[in-house]
Protein backbone atom coordinates (compact mmCIF):
# COMPACT_ATOMS: atom_id res chain seq x y z
CA UNK A 1 0.00 0.00 0.00
CA UNK A 2 1.77 3.03 -1.40
CA UNK A 3 2.13 6.00 0.54
CA UNK A 4 3.31 8.23 -2.71
CA UNK A 5 1.59 6.77 -6.00
CA UNK A 6 -2.13 6.62 -4.01
CA UNK A 7 -2.07 2.38 -5.40
CA UNK A 8 -3.67 1.55 -1.66
CA UNK A 9 -5.92 4.49 -1.45
CA UNK A 10 -9.51 3.62 -1.63
CA UNK A 11 -11.88 5.21 -4.27
CA UNK A 12 -15.69 5.42 -4.18
CA UNK A 13 -17.70 4.81 -6.83
CA UNK A 14 -20.06 6.93 -5.42
CA UNK A 15 -20.42 10.57 -5.34
CA UNK A 16 -20.15 13.19 -1.85
CA UNK A 17 -19.47 15.98 -3.62
CA UNK A 18 -15.80 16.72 -1.94
CA UNK A 19 -14.33 17.02 -5.61
CA UNK A 20 -11.59 19.32 -4.16
CA UNK A 21 -10.38 16.39 -2.27
CA UNK A 22 -9.91 14.66 -5.77
CA UNK A 23 -8.32 17.49 -7.10
CA UNK A 24 -5.91 17.87 -3.89
CA UNK A 25 -5.03 14.16 -4.35
CA UNK A 26 -4.44 14.60 -8.06
CA UNK A 27 -2.34 17.87 -7.58
CA UNK A 28 -0.11 15.75 -4.45
CA UNK A 29 0.44 12.69 -7.04
CA UNK A 30 1.63 15.27 -9.79
CA UNK A 31 4.20 17.05 -7.31
CA UNK A 32 6.02 13.84 -5.80
CA UNK A 33 6.01 12.70 -9.82
CA UNK A 34 7.65 15.97 -10.90
CA UNK A 35 10.46 15.84 -8.07
CA UNK A 36 11.07 12.28 -8.94
CA UNK A 37 11.35 13.43 -12.60
CA UNK A 38 13.90 16.12 -11.48
CA UNK A 39 16.17 13.56 -9.26
CA UNK A 40 15.81 11.04 -12.12
CA UNK A 41 17.20 13.29 -14.62
CA UNK A 42 20.04 14.33 -12.47
CA UNK A 43 20.81 10.87 -12.01
CA UNK A 44 20.88 9.79 -15.41
CA UNK A 45 23.10 13.15 -16.06
CA UNK A 46 25.60 11.39 -13.54
CA UNK A 47 25.26 7.62 -15.26
CA UNK A 48 26.05 9.69 -18.79
CA UNK A 49 28.82 10.72 -17.25
CA UNK A 50 30.45 7.33 -15.60
CA UNK A 51 29.19 5.57 -18.70
CA UNK A 52 27.28 3.90 -17.14
CA UNK A 53 24.51 1.21 -18.68
CA UNK A 54 21.72 1.14 -16.31
CA UNK A 55 18.54 -1.38 -16.42
CA UNK A 56 15.75 -1.01 -14.79
CA UNK A 57 13.79 -4.45 -14.14
CA UNK A 58 10.33 -4.63 -13.70
CA UNK A 59 7.67 -7.66 -13.12
CA UNK A 60 5.34 -9.09 -10.87
CA UNK A 61 6.54 -11.43 -7.86
CA UNK A 62 7.54 -14.60 -9.40
CA UNK A 63 8.26 -14.18 -12.65
CA UNK A 64 12.13 -15.29 -11.89
CA UNK A 65 14.10 -11.42 -12.22
CA UNK A 66 16.44 -12.83 -9.61
CA UNK A 67 16.71 -16.47 -11.42
CA UNK A 68 17.73 -14.20 -14.35
CA UNK A 69 19.61 -11.65 -13.03
CA UNK A 70 21.83 -14.39 -11.62
CA UNK A 71 22.30 -15.94 -14.37
CA UNK A 72 23.25 -13.30 -16.37
CA UNK A 73 25.97 -12.17 -13.95
CA UNK A 74 27.24 -15.80 -14.22
CA UNK A 75 27.95 -14.86 -17.90
CA UNK A 76 29.09 -11.65 -17.71
CA UNK A 77 31.54 -11.64 -15.36
CA UNK A 78 35.39 -11.35 -16.07
CA UNK A 79 33.55 -9.40 -19.47
CA UNK A 80 31.64 -6.58 -17.69
CA UNK A 81 31.74 -4.87 -14.36
CA UNK A 82 28.34 -5.15 -12.65
CA UNK A 83 27.02 -3.61 -10.17
CA UNK A 84 23.04 -4.16 -8.87
CA UNK A 85 20.50 -2.49 -6.65
CA UNK A 86 18.02 -4.94 -5.33
CA UNK A 87 14.15 -3.38 -4.25
CA UNK A 88 12.15 -5.17 -1.81
CA UNK A 89 9.82 -4.50 0.36
CA UNK A 90 11.02 -6.29 3.26
CA UNK A 91 14.25 -8.93 3.25
CA UNK A 92 17.71 -9.13 1.95
CA UNK A 93 17.28 -12.31 0.87
CA UNK A 94 17.81 -11.32 -3.50
CA UNK A 95 20.67 -9.31 -2.33
CA UNK A 96 22.47 -12.22 -0.17
CA UNK A 97 22.09 -14.38 -3.76
CA UNK A 98 23.83 -11.53 -5.79
CA UNK A 99 26.26 -10.96 -3.23
CA UNK A 100 27.53 -14.76 -3.28
CA UNK A 101 28.31 -14.57 -6.99
CA UNK A 102 30.48 -11.78 -5.43
CA UNK A 103 29.38 -8.69 -7.46
CA UNK A 104 28.63 -5.11 -5.47
CA UNK A 105 25.22 -4.92 -4.46
CA UNK A 106 22.98 -2.46 -2.29
CA UNK A 107 19.45 -3.81 -1.01
CA UNK A 108 16.56 -0.95 -0.76
CA UNK A 109 13.92 -1.97 1.21
CA UNK A 110 10.56 -0.03 0.56
CA UNK A 111 8.33 -1.07 3.66
CA UNK A 112 4.47 -0.53 2.54
CA UNK A 113 5.91 0.88 -0.85
CA UNK A 114 5.37 -1.04 -4.03
CA UNK A 115 8.42 0.54 -6.01
CA UNK A 116 11.80 2.44 -6.45
CA UNK A 117 12.63 5.84 -6.97
CA UNK A 118 14.69 8.05 -8.07
CA UNK A 119 15.84 9.91 -4.66
CA UNK A 120 16.17 5.51 -3.63
CA UNK A 121 18.48 4.89 -6.51
CA UNK A 122 21.08 8.17 -5.87
CA UNK A 123 21.19 7.02 -2.27
CA UNK A 124 22.28 3.45 -2.95
CA UNK A 125 24.25 4.74 -5.98
CA UNK A 126 26.78 6.86 -3.63
CA UNK A 127 27.32 3.87 -1.71
CA UNK A 128 28.34 1.45 -4.72
CA UNK A 129 30.11 3.95 -6.60
CA UNK A 130 30.16 2.03 -9.47
CA UNK A 131 33.31 1.91 -11.56
CA UNK A 132 33.33 4.16 -15.18
CA UNK A 133 31.97 1.84 -18.18
CA UNK A 134 29.81 -0.86 -15.73
CA UNK A 135 26.43 -1.95 -16.04
CA UNK A 136 24.28 -1.51 -12.89
CA UNK A 137 21.10 -3.46 -12.61
CA UNK A 138 18.19 -1.81 -10.55
CA UNK A 139 15.94 -5.11 -9.83
CA UNK A 140 12.78 -3.43 -8.91
CA UNK A 141 10.10 -4.31 -6.13
CA UNK A 142 7.54 -6.85 -7.77
CA UNK A 143 5.09 -5.10 -8.88
CA UNK A 144 2.78 -4.44 -12.30
CA UNK A 145 1.59 -1.05 -11.62
CA UNK A 146 3.71 1.50 -10.08
CA UNK A 147 7.27 0.85 -11.03
CA UNK A 148 6.16 1.88 -14.85
CA UNK A 149 5.19 5.30 -13.45
CA UNK A 150 8.53 6.18 -11.54
CA UNK A 151 11.82 7.30 -13.72
CA UNK A 152 14.98 6.34 -11.91
CA UNK A 153 17.10 7.47 -14.84
CA UNK A 154 17.61 4.35 -16.21
CA UNK A 155 19.03 3.78 -20.21
CA UNK A 156 16.41 1.05 -20.61
CA UNK A 157 13.65 0.08 -18.37
CA UNK A 158 13.12 -3.76 -18.98
CA UNK A 159 9.97 -5.39 -18.43
CA UNK A 160 9.96 -9.23 -17.62
CA UNK A 161 7.25 -11.65 -17.66
CA UNK A 162 7.08 -15.32 -17.47
CA UNK A 163 5.03 -18.02 -19.44
CA UNK A 164 3.33 -19.15 -15.58
CA UNK A 165 1.58 -15.72 -15.67
CA UNK A 166 -0.35 -16.29 -18.74
CA UNK A 167 0.05 -15.37 -22.06
CA UNK A 168 -2.88 -12.41 -21.54
CA UNK A 169 -0.84 -9.98 -19.22
CA UNK A 170 0.30 -7.65 -21.73
CA UNK A 171 -3.22 -6.95 -22.10
CA UNK A 172 -4.05 -6.83 -18.52
CA UNK A 173 -1.29 -4.33 -17.18
CA UNK A 174 -0.66 -2.70 -20.65
CA UNK A 175 1.38 0.02 -18.98
CA UNK A 176 4.38 -1.34 -18.06
CA UNK A 177 4.74 -2.64 -21.41
CA UNK A 178 3.86 0.85 -22.90
CA UNK A 179 6.50 2.29 -20.98
CA UNK A 180 9.23 -0.53 -21.48
CA UNK A 181 11.83 -0.91 -24.21
CA UNK A 182 12.65 -4.12 -23.57
CA UNK A 183 10.67 -7.46 -22.92
CA UNK A 184 12.12 -10.46 -21.39
CA UNK A 185 9.87 -13.67 -21.67
CA UNK A 186 10.72 -16.10 -18.98
CA UNK A 187 10.12 -19.51 -18.08
CA UNK A 188 9.68 -20.50 -22.19
CA UNK A 189 10.48 -23.89 -20.94
CA UNK A 190 7.48 -24.28 -19.45
CA UNK A 191 5.08 -23.37 -21.79
CA UNK A 192 4.73 -27.22 -22.90
CA UNK A 193 3.35 -27.92 -19.56
CA UNK A 194 1.28 -24.68 -19.30
CA UNK A 195 -1.97 -23.33 -20.86
CA UNK A 196 0.62 -20.69 -22.61
CA UNK A 197 1.70 -19.82 -26.10
CA UNK A 198 4.74 -17.87 -26.07
CA UNK A 199 3.89 -17.15 -29.09
CA UNK A 200 0.60 -15.29 -28.39
CA UNK A 201 2.34 -13.63 -25.41
CA UNK A 202 4.68 -11.94 -27.47
CA UNK A 203 2.11 -10.99 -29.81
CA UNK A 204 0.01 -9.14 -27.24
CA UNK A 205 3.67 -7.50 -25.95
CA UNK A 206 3.58 -6.02 -29.76
CA UNK A 207 0.14 -5.34 -29.70
CA UNK A 208 0.64 -2.62 -26.53
CA UNK A 209 4.42 -2.00 -27.79
CA UNK A 210 5.21 -2.60 -31.39
CA UNK A 211 8.66 -1.16 -30.49
CA UNK A 212 9.64 -3.65 -27.90
CA UNK A 213 12.55 -5.59 -27.89
CA UNK A 214 11.80 -9.14 -26.60
CA UNK A 215 13.60 -11.82 -25.53
CA UNK A 216 12.57 -15.68 -24.78
CA UNK A 217 14.39 -16.98 -22.08
CA UNK A 218 14.46 -20.05 -19.75
CA UNK A 219 16.88 -18.50 -16.90
CA UNK A 220 17.02 -21.76 -15.36
CA UNK A 221 17.47 -24.02 -18.24
CA UNK A 222 19.84 -21.53 -20.15
CA UNK A 223 17.48 -21.52 -23.34
CA UNK A 224 17.84 -17.44 -24.54
CA UNK A 225 20.33 -16.02 -22.48
CA UNK A 226 23.21 -16.27 -24.72
CA UNK A 227 21.12 -13.67 -26.80
CA UNK A 228 19.87 -11.82 -23.72
CA UNK A 229 23.62 -11.31 -22.27
CA UNK A 230 24.92 -10.14 -25.96
CA UNK A 231 22.26 -7.91 -26.72
CA UNK A 232 23.49 -6.35 -23.32
CA UNK A 233 27.46 -6.31 -23.81
CA UNK A 234 26.58 -4.69 -27.17
CA UNK A 235 24.76 -1.96 -25.29
CA UNK A 236 27.14 -1.48 -22.67
CA UNK A 237 30.08 -1.38 -25.35
CA UNK A 238 28.04 1.91 -26.87
CA UNK A 239 28.44 3.89 -23.79
CA UNK A 240 32.31 3.76 -23.53
Not at 48 to 72: C, D, H
Not at 118 to 132: C, F, G, I, T
Request: glycine share 8%; charged share 20%; aromatic share 6%.
Amino acid sequence: MCGTCGCGEHHHSHEHGHHHEEVAVINLEQDILQRNNLLAERNRGYFEAKRLFVLNLMSSPGSGKTTLLEETIRRLKGKQSIYVIEGDQQTSNDADRISALDVPVFQVNTGTGCHLEASMVNHAVKHLNPVEGSVLFVENVGNLVCPAMFDLGEARKVVIVSTTEGDDKPLKYPHIFAEAEVCVINKIDLAPYLNTSVAELKENALKVNHHLQIFEVSALQGDGMDNWCNWLLAECAKCK
